[in-house]
């Protein structure tokens, strides 16, 4: 849409017409190269959407909040931000991820380039899927209601019965847990409400003013009258711990008599009831038990009754309380009938409203839509499984290659674009002998003249090196041509050499590393870079089978991560042309701190210096620009996006040297909760590319600042308390429930002492990102004795270690890899050193407290 229609949208929907707001998001949009394009007078591969997923996107409603923040309403803003886009893209609102995917471009750039193209027909459909075709106008009625019946009523069926399921799976379960939690309190409140009798009249006896057995009897009358509910009929009970009845008020048979052998009064669970109120004391001091038992001062009628009972040490007794819960099971009842009053109005209505889009649907349906939502299907069922698969493929038509997937990208280091090269196959696959068979098949292939086949074949990657293969080609029909599927699998051929000799040795991974690091440097192309990275882990698994301490594996991945990082940024530089201004690249977080694991994704950010000689528009734009070449291509070697958007593709982490400190400012000045979350990020940050001046003048504003604002230091050491050690209130790990086991989060663990050596490096102006060097240097500065920097540091490498060799096992085990270790997993000993590094963590607040939050107590105290 154009910019009138967007401001007239708006402006008759929601009375704003917000024109600087449309005119802002669609700031990156190059409109007169658009037209150029659409005129094709465009060089190749141009795309004047490259930069509108900046902006047209869910990410970009903070941004405008920013931006008009007191020009408009926060409602006004995301208004007119959700309109503009949704008008834009069919009422839908991407995400910045979608505008990486080939499918939501074809759909929503290209759509109205190519929607008066030919496409498939019905019948050339139904050949594909059926290999043979049929009338479609004979059997339109019947093949209709099957498509309807599949693609409306059979999905609406199935909502339906979610729905229920839902209810009475879910809802129904969880109203009966929560009236049960509130029994469960009720009674435990009770106890505890006897329990302080028996406690006054002990202290009684102790301090003289009741002899032992009037304190006894007197305790016993007391509990004895207590009553509670609205009928006055709910009890207290005293017993001791052999079991023997001391009071009961409804049952006065049973005082003095051993319990020992006494059960519920219907015997449903075989328990002895006494002696499972002494074993719930002995073991957990308090506790609940389910049992029936005579309903109220009634001796003929019985009921499921819910106790609690508390241990009391001084006297040798155990006191509880129980209450009926039957009255559960009715309210169970009414809901579920209730329910089914419901859902039996809602289901009348479905149909109803099922009908009627049923003889709608049959006025509106037409052929060329079913052929093309056909079509659609098949390209994107081929397309799926070629991005899914862990081999690699190639889609061709005709010879050609129009489609490759990452996995042949990363085994052949060749790029997309170079794979559509007209002499590709001669380079992919060199004139050796073992390639005569597949060469000659392939020539067949391109003819139409060949069967499917499997060859074992030598490939050649983008830098010569040979492969061993395996080829499969299969035969497909898309549209009106014939193509082919083609897949390469490497042979693995295993090495034995050294296993079972004593004189083997493990390989020294320094030479390894220093070649790596050569390689990547002298990559002239993306796809070399990721080649090279192939190599990264077979290097990590030497220094494992070597024993390398942690400090060696973080340098050995953070030196190769800056290294990766120079070289798309020279790649990027030498595709966008040289920058306008001075930058700095900036690794943020962990990437800065040289602390990443090998599953690690990336954290960065551009600084670019001010200047009057250039539009700002056109700096920050070429700087946008090539954020979004670097972090792709560090996106396919490996570092995958950051999930927050924390990257020098984002107008919010790409700004000018006076952006930067304007933000730092705004933070320092007021803390609040998220300024410190930017804070955690920005404040450990490295210099990796360019002018290290800029980056040093972020530095040099924080420390200005806090001469400034010395509050801010004492809000931020407040704020670091918030994060603690993960342990229960009994000293044990505290751990989450994922997908039925315990798991303990290990990055969570770590934040203490990522937060302290942060909190400390501000006060005193250290520059290191790194959490030991901040801590070595905060002893220096005599922070800390050396007792604390080793136990610091210990626990730290203990965590970190932990945490790697926890992703590793689990990508090697094919699980998820994240940062959450499953208890299980370790013995007895292993926990319970884990709980003992974990238990240290609190020295840190310990410490923070007391320099921070009890000194400035104690200054302002009178």
Same mark, same amino acid.
């Given at each position: 849409?154009?910019?009138?229609?967007?401001?007239?949208?708006?402006?008759?929907?929601?009375?704003?017409?917000? !024109?600087?707001?449309?005119?802002?998001?669609?700031?990156?949009?190059?409109?007169?190269? @658009?037209?150029?394009?659409?005129?094709?007078?465009?060089?190749?591969?141009?795309?004047?959407?490259?930069?509108?997923?900046?902006?047209?996107?869910?990410?970009?409603?903070?941004?405008?909040?920013?931006?008009?923040?007191?020009?408009?309403?926060?409602?006004?803003?995301?208004?007119?931000?959700?309109?503009?886009?949704?008008?834009?893209?069919?009422?839908?609102?991407?995400?910045?991820?979608?505008?990486?995917?080939?499918?939501?471009?074809?759909?929503?750039?290209?759509? #109205?380039? %190519?929607?008066?193209?030919?496409?498939?027909?019905?019948?050339?459909?139904?050949?594909?899927?059926?290999?043979?075709?049929?009338?479609?106008?004979?059997?339109?009625?019947?093949? &209709?209601?099957?498509?309807?019946?599949?693609?409306? *009523?059979?999905? %609406?069926?199935?909502?339906? =019965?979610?729905?229920?399921?839902?209810?009475?799976?879910?809802?129904?379960?969880?109203?009966?847990?929560?009236?049960?939690?509130?029994?469960?309190?009720?009674?435990?409140?009770?106890?505890?409400?006897?329990?302080?009798?028996?406690?006054?009249?002990?202290?009684?006896?102790?301090?003289?003013?009741?002899?032992?057995?009037?304190?006894?009897?007197?305790?016993?009358?007391?509990?004895?009258?207590?009553?509670?509910?609205?009928?006055?009929?709910?009890?207290?009970?005293?017993?001791?711990?052999?079991?023997?009845?001391?009071?009961?008020?409804?049952?006065?048979?049973?005082?003095?008599?051993?319990?020992?052998?006494?059960?519920?009064?219907?015997?449903?669970?075989? !328990?002895?009831? @006494?002696?499972?109120?002494?074993?719930?004391?002995?073991?957990?001091?308090?506790?609940?038990?389910?049992?029936?038992?005579?309903?109220?001062?009634?001796?003929?009628?019985?009921?499921?009754?819910?106790?609690?009972?508390?241990?009391?040490?001084?006297?040798?007794?155990?006191?509880?309380?129980?209450?009926?819960?039957?009255? =559960?099971?009715?309210?169970?009842?009414?809901?579920?009938?209730?329910?089914?009053?419901?859902?039996?109005?809602?289901?009348?209505?479905?149909?109803?409203?099922?009908?009627?889009?049923?003889?709608?649907?049959?006025?509106?349906?037409?052929?060329?839509?079913?052929?093309?939502?056909?079509?659609?299907?098949?390209?994107?069922?081929?397309?799926?499984?070629?991005?899914?698969?862990?081999?690699?493929?190639?889609?061709?038509?005709?010879?050609?290659?129009?489609?490759?997937?990452?996995?042949?990208?990363?085994?052949?280091?060749?790029?997309?674009?170079?794979?559509?090269?007209?002499?590709?196959?001669? =380079?992919?696959?060199?004139?050796?002998?073992?390639?005569?068979?597949?060469?000659?098949?392939?020539?067949?292939?391109?003819?139409?003249? #060949?069967?499917?086949?499997?060859?074992?074949?030598?490939?050649?990657?983008?830098?010569?090196?040979? *492969?061993?293969?395996?080829?499969?080609?299969?035969?497909?029909?898309?549209?009106?041509?014939?193509?082919?599927?083609?897949?390469?699998?490497?042979?693995?051929? $295993?090495?034995?050499?050294?296993?079972?000799?004593?004189?083997?040795?493990?390989?020294?991974?320094?030479?390894?590393?220093?070649?790596?690091?050569?390689?990547?440097?002298?990559?002239?192309?993306?796809?070399?870079?990721?080649?090279?990275?192939?190599?990264?882990?077979?290097?990590?698994?030497?220094? *494992?089978?070597?024993?390398?301490?942690?400090?060696?594996?973080?340098?050995?991945?953070?030196?190769?991560?800056?290294?990766?990082?120079?070289?798309?940024?020279?790649?990027?530089?030498?595709?966008?042309?040289?920058?306008?201004?001075?930058?700095?690249?900036?690794?943020?977080?962990?990437?800065?701190?040289?602390?990443?694991?090998?599953?690690?994704?990336?954290?960065?950010?551009?600084?670019?210096?001010?200047?009057?000689?250039?539009?700002?528009?056109?700096?920050?734009?070429?700087?946008?620009?090539?954020?979004?070449?670097?972090?792709?291509?560090?996106?396919?070697?490996?570092?995958?996006?950051?999930?927050?958007?924390?990257? #020098?593709?984002?107008?919010?982490?790409?700004?000018?040297?006076?952006?930067?400190?304007?933000?730092?400012?705004?933070?320092?000045?007021?803390?609040?909760?998220?300024?410190?979350?930017?804070?955690?990020?920005?404040?450990?940050?490295?210099?990796?590319?360019?002018?290290?001046?800029?980056?040093?003048?972020?530095?040099?504003?924080?420390?200005?600042?806090?001469? $400034?604002?010395?509050?801010?230091?004492?809000?931020?050491?407040?704020?670091?308390?918030?994060?603690?050690?993960?342990?229960?209130?009994?000293?044990?790990?505290?751990?989450?429930?994922?997908?039925?086991?315990?798991?303990?989060?290990?990055?969570?663990?770590?934040?203490?002492?990522?937060?302290?050596?942060?909190?400390?490096?501000?006060?005193?102006?250290?520059?290191?990102?790194?959490?030991?060097?901040?801590?070595?240097?905060?002893?220096?500065?005599?922070?800390?004795?050396?007792?604390?920097?080793?136990?610091? *540091?210990?626990?730290?490498?203990?965590?970190?270690?932990?945490?790697?060799?926890?992703?590793? &096992?689990?990508?090697?085990?094919?699980?998820?890899?994240?940062?959450?270790?499953?208890?299980?997993?370790?013995?007895?000993?292993?926990?319970?050193?884990?709980?003992?590094?974990?238990?240290?963590?609190?020295?840190?607040?310990?410490?923070?407290?007391?320099?921070?939050?009890?000194?400035?107590?104690?200054?302002? !105290?009178?």
């Amino acid at each position: 849409m154009k910019l009138e229609e967007h401001v007239k949208h708006t402006e008759e929907v929601f009375g704003v017409p917000g !024109k600087d707001i449309h005119q802002w998001l669609d700031g990156f949009f190059d409109t007169n190269s @658009f037209e150029r394009l659409l005129a094709g007078q465009s060089p190749a591969n141009y795309d004047p959407y490259s930069h509108r997923k900046f902006r047209h996107c869910i990410e970009g409603l903070e941004e405008a909040y920013e931006k008009f923040e007191g020009k408009y309403s926060r409602e006004e803003i995301k208004n007119v931000f959700e309109t503009h886009v949704k008008d834009d893209y069919r009422g839908y609102l991407p995400k910045r991820e979608d505008f990486e995917n080939g499918t939501f471009t074809e759909k929503y750039h290209d759509a #109205a380039e %190519t929607e008066d193209k030919k496409i498939l027909s019905f019948e050339e459909l139904t050949d594909y899927f059926q290999g043979k075709s049929y009338n479609y106008q004979k059997e339109k009625s019947e093949k &209709f209601f099957d498509s309807f019946g599949s693609r409306i *009523i059979l999905p %609406t069926i199935l909502a339906i =019965i979610l729905f229920i399921s839902y209810i009475f799976f879910y809802v129904v379960p969880l109203f009966e847990n929560n009236m049960l939690s509130q029994k469960k309190l009720m009674v435990k409140e009770l106890t505890a409400t006897a329990a302080s009798v028996i406690t006054h009249y002990q202290v009684l006896e102790e301090k003289g003013q009741l002899s032992p057995e009037e304190a006894r009897q007197r305790t016993i009358d007391e509990i004895k009258t207590m009553r509670y509910d609205s009928q006055n009929k709910n009890y207290f009970f005293i017993i001791d711990m052999a079991p023997k009845m001391i009071l009961h008020p409804y049952r006065p048979e049973l005082t003095g008599k051993d319990l020992s052998d006494y059960t519920d009064e219907e015997n449903k669970s075989g !328990k002895k009831l @006494f002696v499972e109120f002494v074993r719930i004391v002995k073991s957990e001091g308090e506790g609940y038990l389910r049992y029936h038992w005579q309903w109220k001062d009634n001796p003929e009628k019985t009921a499921e009754k819910l106790s609690y009972v508390k241990g009391i040490p001084e006297r040798g007794w155990i006191v509880g309380t129980g209450i009926y819960i039957n009255d =559960i099971a009715e309210e169970k009842e009414a809901l579920q009938l209730h329910i089914f009053q419901i859902v039996g109005i809602t289901v009348d209505g479905l149909f109803m409203l099922l009908a009627y889009f049923l003889l709608q649907s049959r006025r509106i349906e037409n052929d060329r839509k079913r052929a093309e939502a056909g079509l659609k299907e098949v390209k994107d069922r081929y397309r799926a499984l070629v991005e899914s698969s862990n081999e690699g493929y190639l889609l061709s038509m005709e010879g050609r290659i129009v489609y490759s997937n990452f996995k042949l990208q990363q085994i052949l280091g060749f790029t997309d674009t170079e794979l559509h090269q007209t002499d590709i196959w001669n =380079i992919i696959f060199p004139d050796v002998e073992n390639n005569s068979r597949l060469k000659e098949h392939l020539s067949n292939v391109f003819k139409n003249d #060949a069967d499917s086949g499997e060859f074992e074949a030598v490939a050649a990657d983008s830098v010569g090196n040979h *492969i061993d293969v395996i080829v499969t080609t299969s035969r497909i029909f898309l549209s009106e041509k014939h193509g082919h599927v083609i897949s390469l699998r490497p042979i693995v051929r $295993q090495s034995y050499i050294g296993v079972g000799s004593a004189t083997s040795l493990p390989i020294d991974y320094k030479p390894m590393h220093s070649s790596l690091i050569k390689e990547i440097r002298e990559s002239n192309r993306i796809g070399h870079v990721v080649q090279n990275m192939n190599k990264l882990p077979t290097i990590i698994q030497e220094m *494992i089978d070597t024993g390398a301490k942690p400090k060696a594996l973080c340098m050995v991945i953070g030196t190769t991560y800056d290294e990766v990082i120079v070289r798309c940024i020279e790649l990027s530089i030498d595709e966008t042309g040289q920058p306008p201004v001075a930058f700095a690249f900036l690794s943020l977080g962990s990437n800065a701190r040289h602390e990443m694991t090998m599953f690690s994704d990336q954290d960065n950010a551009i600084i670019f210096e001010d200047t009057t000689q250039a539009a700002p528009d056109t700096i920050r734009a070429y700087f946008l620009k090539l954020g979004d070449k670097v972090c792709s291509k560090l996106n396919a070697s490996g570092y995958h996006f950051c999930p927050a958007g924390i990257m #020098a593709l984002h107008p919010k982490w790409c700004l000018s040297e006076k952006e930067w400190h304007k933000k730092l400012k705004h933070i320092m000045k007021a803390p609040t909760p998220d300024g410190f979350l930017e804070f955690n990020v920005f404040f450990d940050l490295k210099c990796t590319y360019g002018n290290v001046n800029l980056a040093n003048s972020i530095h040099s504003k924080i420390q200005l600042l806090m001469h $400034q604002y010395p509050e801010f230091i004492n809000s931020y050491a407040k704020n670091a308390l918030i994060y603690k050690p993960p342990l229960n209130v009994l000293g044990g790990l505290k751990t989450e429930r994922q997908d039925g086991a315990k798991t303990l989060n290990l990055k969570g663990a770590l934040r203490p002492i990522e937060i302290f050596s942060r909190l400390y490096a501000l006060k005193h102006g250290i520059d290191d990102a790194n959490t030991i060097k901040r801590l070595n240097k905060i002893r220096e500065k005599e922070e800390i004795d050396e007792e604390f920097y080793k136990e610091a *540091i210990y626990m730290f490498n203990h965590i970190w270690q932990l945490r790697f060799f926890n992703q590793i &096992f689990a990508h090697n085990g094919l699980r998820k890899v994240n940062d959450d270790l499953e208890i299980e997993e370790l013995n007895d000993f292993e926990v319970e050193h884990l709980k003992q590094v974990i238990s240290k963590l609190s020295m840190l607040r310990r410490k923070i407290s007391l320099d921070f939050i009890e000194s400035v107590a104690a200054e302002i !105290k009178p």
